[in-house]
């Protein structure tokens, strides 16, 4: 665990300087026992005598603040991880279920080896150590969505664990600097989701949609090596990138592929790790920042008014902009964690240890899906900037953006033109005006030809860079600015060309293209 | 004499092993308290309504325990009793699903498609508060 110490590259705003006069000591609430695997510190101070007068000094009182993150991504499978429904967002209700979704009795789980595979890759990634034996548990509560009464997850012995998550920040007054952060991945277990409940608060019941019961989920375990809401927006964000590239998890935050759950606590620096509070559901990143930043700021603001922090479950209220207690009465859940009985053990193999003759549906490889990893994004990123010769931060936008990498380099496969030229047309241009619009890469009217096309015709000077971009909004469908270039070719060929004639050469390029 | 160690060795075992039986805390009597059976009711939904089921359990219990008379000094445990069988690999096809109006007609009540079920989970009645566990 890491030990909270003055970071010299974290963020000025991470710091919250607090004064206390009159030497009023916090009271510390005594760490709850929680379920989860959250290491902490025993609050083993002695009880600082209440003086008065001493005033502390600059900097004494600070605050650091501590985030770790338990983050839940849907497997992109065609069937879920124990039975052969489909995995599927929008569907009629109920339709996507099997016996064993149903929990009827007599089904048993089998698992789904493309969910294995895509754990392992997973853990790959993250550089984790993949377990060669993981182990399947049952964890009991009760809920209307859960209709078997428990899930089925990896609490002993999860498939991978050890990892770390690199993700990048921008930093400096400018924010012009770009820092590296890394987390520790504490493990990476596979579990079964639960189905959906909607809450129909008129008629007091609730309906129930099993669709989603029993569908495959990586759940990510990042250590509390993160300090506030920016750190963990950026980790997330990154960890989505990742998913996204090796194809393991749409991860869409919108379409609920990707769920955090945060736990944040406050001490002062040298001092042990504080009461930690569990904040669920933040299912955007512009909440998941807020919701965490408003959190440590609640409990720093508790703390100083001689108040405590209870061990508790809370939610992020989006209307209010407020985190709210979620379960109203405390004492711990009790899963009553138990070894799955109907599954063994789940071997994996390298290419040391795979037995000779065996069923390659049957086995799993380490080794060999090694080999097969697709590019991983900071490497991806390390070879654009060297290529191309681009900054660091342009090649987190073309990441950053769905699709955009892949139009950048269709561009680059058809043009002549430099590049630098190129990145910066995409990155400025192309993509402003996108925003613009709101529109995705894949909704563009601009294809990947025609901007090709018209940065050749720039490179090769033959219309001028305001021209280019009067292409540009016509495309866009602005028909007077084909006004505009008529005038300036006419212009370039010293008037004695026939407008009409311009007029039907310039047609024709643009709905060609 | 051989038959009298062993059963001196039983019961010193049996003795020493208290300490790491299960959760519930059996007290030296072997009675169970009144707080593990509401802890045991309100987690598994079972109802010890009687003296006769509580001390059925106890019994229950105690029976379990002689388990502890097997010595298993440097002993690995064993994760299931199927640990050396395969884990059976499913691809990863759809080959089940599309059954919503057989499964709903197990359902007491149903909405559209949907299974309808209380607002939230029903508190036992000795708990004064409603215990609502939302998910997500």
């Known amino acids: ?513 | 004499m051989w038959a009298r160690a062993v059963w001196l060795g039983l019961r010193a075992s049996l003795g020493g092993r208290r300490g790491f039986t299960c959760k519930a805390d059996v007290q030296g009597s072997g009675r169970i308290t009144a707080d593990v059976i509401e802890h045991l009711e309100r987690l598994a939904l079972v109802d010890f309504g009687s003296r006769e089921a509580v001390a059925r359990l106890e019994k229950a219990i105690a029976f379990a325990d002689r388990l502890h008379a097997v010595p298993t000094d440097g002993v690995e445990p064993m994760e299931s009793v199927l640990e050396d069988r395969c884990l059976y690999l499913r691809s990863d096809n759809v080959v089940e699903g599309n059954c919503a109006e057989e499964l709903l007609q197990n359902s007491h009540r149903v909405v559209e498609e949907y299974f309808v079920a209380p607002p939230g989970n029903i508190s036992l009645p000795k708990l004064d508060e409603q215990e609502p566990f939302p998910h997500s």
């Open chain 1, 1 to 513: 665990m890491a030990a909270p110490v003055l970071r010299s590259g974290c963020p000025g705003r991470c710091w919250v300087l607090a004064w206390v006069y009159g030497g009023s000591r916090h009271r510390r609430g005594s760490p709850a026992g929680s379920t989860s695997n959250w290491i902490r510190g025993q609050s083993s101070l002695a009880q600082q005598p209440l003086h008065t007068a001493r005033k502390p000094r600059k900097g004494e009182h600070e605050w650091a603040a501590v985030v770790g993150l338990e983050i839940h991504a849907q497997i992109s499978s065609n069937s879920k991880l124990f039975s052969g429904s489909q995995v599927c967002f929008a569907a009629p209700p109920n339709s996507l279920v099997s016996f064993f979704d149903a929990s009827l009795p007599g089904t048993l789980p089998v698992l789904n080896r493309r969910c294995v595979e895509a754990a392992v890759m997973t853990g790959l990634a993250l550089d984790c150590h993949i377990n060669k034996k993981s182990l399947f548990d049952r964890k009991h509560y009760f809920y209307a969505d859960l209709p078997a009464g428990y899930q089925i997850t990896q609490q002993r012995l999860p498939i991978a664990v050890n990892g770390s998550l690199t993700y990048s920040l921008c930093v400096g007054k400018k924010r012009s600097q770009v820092t590296t952060r890394t987390v520790r991945v504490k493990q990476i277990q596979l579990e079964q989701d639960s189905g959906k409940s909607l809450h129909d608060d008129l008629r007091s019941q609730t309906l129930v949609d099993l669709n989603r019961a029993g569908v495959g989920l990586l759940e990510l375990v990042l250590e509390p090596d993160m300090c506030c809401g920016e750190e963990a927006a950026t980790a997330v964000r990154e960890l989505q990138v990742i998913l996204q590239a090796l194809g393991t998890s749409q991860a869409n935050m919108a379409e609920g592929q990707l769920r955090v759950d945060a736990n944040i606590s406050v001490h002062h620096p040298g001092e042990p790790l504080g009461v930690r509070t569990e904040v669920k559901n933040l299912n955007s990143f512009r909440f998941l920042a807020k919701a965490i930043d408003y959190e440590i700021q609640r409990q720093i603001k508790e703390l100083e008014n001689g108040g405590e922090i209870l061990n508790e479950t809370r939610s992020f209220d989006y209307k209010l902009g407020c985190t709210v207690p979620m379960r109203d009465k405390e004492g711990k859940q009790d899963y009553r964690f138990m070894p799955e009985p109907n599954l063994p053990p789940l071997l994996l193999y390298d290419a040391t240890s795979l037995p000779a003759g065996a069923d390659s549906q049957q086995v799993i490889n380490i080794d060999q899906i090694r080999e097969r990893l697709p590019e991983l994004p900071s490497v991806t990123r390390e070879r654009l900037v060297q290529q191309y010769g681009m900054l660091q931060e342009h090649s987190f936008t073309l990441l950053n953006e769905v699709g955009l990498l892949e139009f950048f380099q269709n561009v680059i496969k058809e043009t002549r033109a430099e590049p630098k030229k190129v990145t910066s047309w995409v990155l400025n241009t192309f993509l402003g005006y996108l925003k613009q619009q709101n529109l995705a890469v894949r909704e563009s009217p601009v294809t990947a030809s025609a901007l090709a096309e018209l940065l050749d015709l720039l490179d090769s000077k033959v219309i001028s860079s305001s021209a280019a971009k009067q292409v540009m909004d016509v495309k866009k469908g602005n028909p007077r600015a084909i006004n505009k270039l008529i005038g300036l070719v006419r212009k370039a060929t010293l008037s004695r060309a026939d407008p009409a004639v311009i007029k039907a050469i310039l047609e024709k390029k643009l709905s060609s293209c």
